[in-house]
């Protein structure tokens, strides 16, 4: 089973310049999530979509991030414009529930510097 | 607001040694899950074990296992027979399922070494 891609895996901008991301879920997952990673901390979730409609925005910053999943499967963030505490790994992760087990597995990430 | 801390930033340990990871969290939900996941150098995160808060039984998964105390809102992770690839990140994770929204809320991590 193919497991949560992301793209690309490392991006260096200018801080002001604006950067995109792509996530692909593992196939059947209708849940999707984006983190931000901050170096030296735990992943904060910015996003949650269920299907193509948002669950969780909460903790987006949405003067300047923004994220779509269009048809439901794959996604895009989005960061316009960016600056130098932007700097951080983003994951994507997908979940599902199987019984009443739930799981959610993490791609391996966005490394992004702003400069 | 649920909030997760894991007060050891770093620890070190002779390879084949027991180690045991702490976490606690504060939460005023009855109904929630508990993971412990890894993050290897420059890897991506892996399950490593996970803990449904109706369960009294304290999960096991092979040489990882966990002690869960709901009243004291602990939930520690125990390696047995540790080996050169447990060295990671090790994040304690909260997720309440109720309402749709269950994106994880993480801890600082845990940075464990394995010493040859």
């Known amino acids: 089973e193919a497991g949560v891609a992301q793209s690309p895996r490392y991006k260096i901008i200018e801080k002001r310049q604006s950067v995109a991301f792509w996530c692909n879920p593992i196939?059947?997952?209708?849940?999707l999530y984006w983190y931000q990673q901050i170096l030296g901390q735990g992943p904060k979730l910015l996003i949650q979509?269920?299907?193509?409609?948002?669950?969780?925005d909460s903790q987006l910053p949405k003067d300047r991030f923004s994220a779509e999943r269009l048809k439901g499967v794959d996604s895009t963030l989005k960061i316009q414009p960016a600056k130098l505490e932007d700097s951080a790994v983003y994951l994507c992760?997908?979940?599902?529930?199987?019984?009443?087990?739930?799981?959610?597995?993490f791609g391996p990430g966005t490394r992004l510097l702003v400069l | 607001a649920q909030t997760v801390t894991q007060s050891q930033p770093e620890m070190s340990v002779q390879e084949a040694e027991t180690v045991t990871l702490s976490c606690t969290y504060d939460t005023s939900e009855s109904n929630y899950y508990l993971f412990w996941y890894k993050q290897p150098p420059s890897r991506q995160m892996i399950l490593v074990i996970r803990q449904e808060a109706y369960k009294q039984q304290n999960a096991t998964e092979n040489r990882f296992s966990v002690n869960f105390q709901k009243a004291a809102k602990s939930f520690s992770l125990k390696i047995s027979d540790s080996q050169l690839g447990d060295t990671a990140m090790y994040f304690c994770a909260f997720m309440n399922p109720g309402g749709g929204a269950d994106g994880l809320t993480f801890g600082k991590g845990t940075h464990l070494i394995i010493q040859p």
């Open positions: 979509f269920q299907n193509n409609g948002v669950v969780d």
């Open positions: 196939s059947g997952h209708a849940t």
């Open positions: 992760a997908s979940s599902f529930y199987f019984g009443l087990a739930w799981s959610q597995y």
